[in-house]
């Protein structure tokens, strides 16, 4: 659910909005405040020859000195002397507490420290160690936008911390309390909901995602003279954009890496045991915006209100990132790559906004997009009441929602993030590449669309072309530097991008992206209405995308139906958002809310529990076999199964109706929690915009009912500060992962999403009523006193049966880097647009670094006698496969690039890099390899 939307991710989450999932990218230079290595070994330059005879080198700049600057800390304890005293005792004790118990990532003053090391030992890197195979940089040209014409449940114990409290501690600024270290052995439930009061001390608590914000610059604990001093409020969102709207306020923007381990690790979203990762389609990236008040420019910026963290949604992220067992049973439990790749991705987007904040505006619009996803359950919206659906014209939401960030000083735009409801699947359940799906490709269109860069085509006829790609041959493998990678990329990320745009999920729950139907494999026929099966076997039913039987096809289109739609609305953006910028979050425990119904009636959520049609899937990804959706009945052989794990309660049976209780995963505790039953709700606001952040995913008719309810409280309580021009968004998946939210009358046929519901029947009501408490004191300005039970830390108790690669050499007489397979050209001699070279290369398992903010794969363009980097693995284009070599124990990397439209003619060539260990307790070693050169005409 990360991508990109980080969001993955992290769910992922994408991407997602992720990612980042959400993916280790801890390497990011953070500070400049880092020290130099004193020395790094160096290569020697790769040297070709021409076509003249003439050597054709590839080179770099030599580095320029850096100026010592003032780093991020020493300004946010300058902000002002109780914030800055109150940091360095924080600190302090976050020392202490260190040489007593050392938590899962390491705490804010020991990560500063390393930072010092860390980032000088980069520079060294790059203007010593990584000089093997020094380039050119593209020259990048910004291509102009329109003007803005003022008018674009595990109970936790005493103090525990959530899973995410362990991403929030990797962002700078992150403080703990001792107390709040330890884990212990689940006790009884918690309250179920939060108290809400307008006076009195709050308590202390920590959620699921603090690990991440506790790591940003400026996050710890307040004094209560502190809060009583904030006159304005600030709002970061990561994968979430959100700014106040006028040149007062300050606007930074960030992005960062956050792929994760490109082999080996089953992917999260379609819980398909064979769904391993074997390569990547494009890489995935935490996409960050963040507004704050011009007078609280550093201090006590962050912390789990003022942050919201949303998921893109792809199903083609690498798993075992998320705490409960049911999400990481697939993913042979924990994977401590994947999920720092998504906390540093996070870390390091925020701290890039951070560092590049300015004055600046916000404007908004929106429109409807037609053809980017269709209901997959269309059955079940059926049974919500007809005079309901009466007021709706589709079955979907097809509004798309666009906030447009412009520089205050110089008119730029410098980011657009986008809500708009269709499913990361386009990327079937077979896909084995990583992949920001469709949300992730709208997002690099976008980029690419503001930001973009030439190759300059060559005037030379194709037979000239032919013959001077004629003469250049394979490099054959070279040692380099653990960064000289990263010297290749095509979009530079030293100081952050120029402009990001991010495409963040919302009412998502039942709405797909294979628009053209679901239809039989055996017989080519539709699916069965009700149960989207085929002759009772769902596993025959399967979504066709708009580029069917092509799955990167159907990606590519649903990706540039959001990103065109994106375009215009982001273009024509007339309306600024000015006013206020207020928050407010707040955990409950979903398993035991009490509900007031129509009538005045009660009822109460369930503990968490999955029906057979869950275990059915859906069109986009097909379940088991022996299940339908809109099963209400389980048969005896699965009973049996369901009870050896752990047979329900009678209280949970009942409770669950008409559920049929396939996994009681709320009442599962062996090895550890299941599922979760502590989760966060939030509401994020920006003069008229207010964002919804939900722990999940809204089917189309839930999220309707919820933004109409919490829109009705804002205006019934605000006292004229909201109308019915008040922007609604949700923001799904937002801040923790806890599935499917149907409406009561979509949870009767238990399609997919009612049997995914995890807190029963009444789930939805639940979460109207608790996010219109929290409307209702933000339209009245008061205050949450008590922010409800932490989500627990099961870190310390997460299984990890995944091993480690251990150990890589290639065959005898040959060098990774080496062509098992060089590119094989066209009789004509050159290829065409929409052709698809490739190469094979000798290559180690990835794992063995992920290369972050680097590159597997780079095409290289011929330009005079230099080599420059025209396209990477970052682009939708070109493809990196990792398998192991049929018939041998031997790695390859296989590197295919569909030549794209845009392309220039020329001489171009393909360039992997690599690392990789002897034994599993050797050093790291990095390697390159450059094929020979072809020619595209």
Partial sequence: MSDEVVYHHAPKSDEECKTTTVEEQSDRGLFDFMGKKDEEKKCEDAVISSEFEEKVQVSEPEPKAEEKKESLLDKLHRSDSSSSSSSDEECEDGEKKKKKKKPLKETIKEKIEDFKEKKEEKKAEKSEADTCVPIEKYEEVVVPTPEVVHPTPTPAPEEKKGFMEKIKEKLPGGHKKAEEEHVAAPPPPPPAAAVYEEEGEPKEKKGIFEKIKEKIPGYHSKSEEEKEKEKVKDLLVCLLPSSAATADYLIGVGSYDSTGPAAGVNMMGYANLDQSTAGIHFRLRARAIHCSGELQRFGNLYNEDNVAISGTHTHAGPGGYLQYVVYSVTSLGFIPQSFDAIVTAIEMSLVQAHQNLKSGSIFINSGDLDNGGVNRSPSAYLFNPPDERARYKT????????????????????????????????????????????????????????????????????????????????????????????????????????????????????????????????????????????????QLCVGRGPGYPDEIKSTKIIGERQFQKAVELFTSAKEQLTGKIDYRHVYLNFTNIEVTLAGNRTAKTCPAALGPGFAAGTTDGPGAFGFQQGDTKINEFWKRVRDSLKKPSDYQISCQKPKAVLLSTGEMFVPYAWAPAVVPIQILRIGKLVILSVPGEFTTMSGRRLRESVKQTLISNGNGEFDNDTHIVIAGLTNTYSQYIATPEEYKQQRYEGASTLYGPHTLAAYIQEFNKLAELMAKGRKIVNKGPSPPDLSSVQLKLLPDPSGDSPPPGVKFGDMKHDVSVPKNGFFRKGDKPSGVFWSSNPRYDLLTEGTYAVVEML?????????????????????????????????????????????????????????????????????SAFAVS
Wanted: a neutral charge; hydrophobic letters at 30%.
């Fill in 395 to 538: 079955d979907v939401d097809k509004l798309m929602t666009v906030l447009k960030f412009v520089d205050g000083t110089s008119g730029k735009s410098i980011g657009a993030f986008t809500w708009f409801a269709t499913h990361g699947t386009s990327m079937s359940k077979d896909n084995k590449l990583i992949s920001g799906d469709n949300k992730g490709a709208a997002a690099r269109f976008f980029e690419d669309w503001f930001t973009s860069t030439s190759t300059n085509s060559t005037t030379f006829k194709n037979s000239v072309l032919a013959k001077k790609a004629s003469t250049i041959r394979a490099t054959g493998g070279q040692p380099c530097g653990q960064t000289t990678s990263q010297g290749f990329k095509v979009r530079k990320n030293d100081t952050g991008p120029q402009f990001v745009g991010a495409f963040c999920q919302s009412n998502v729950g039942d709405v797909s992206p294979n628009v053209l139907g679901a239809f039989c494999t055996d017989t080519g026929l539709p699916c069965d209405f009700n149960h989207s099966s085929c002759n009772g076997n769902d």
């Fill in 863 to 931: 330009r005079g006698k230099r080599w420059i980097p025209a396209y990477d693995d970052d682009d939708f284009g070109l493809i990196f496969r990792w398998n192991v070599d049929n018939g041998s124990i031997y790695g390859v990397a296989t590197l295919e690039w569909e030549v794209p439209d845009s392309a220039s003619n020329g001489v171009y060539r393909f360039r992997h890099f690599g690392s990789f260990k002897k034994t599993i307790v050797s050093t790291t070693e990095y390697f390159t390899g450059a094929s």
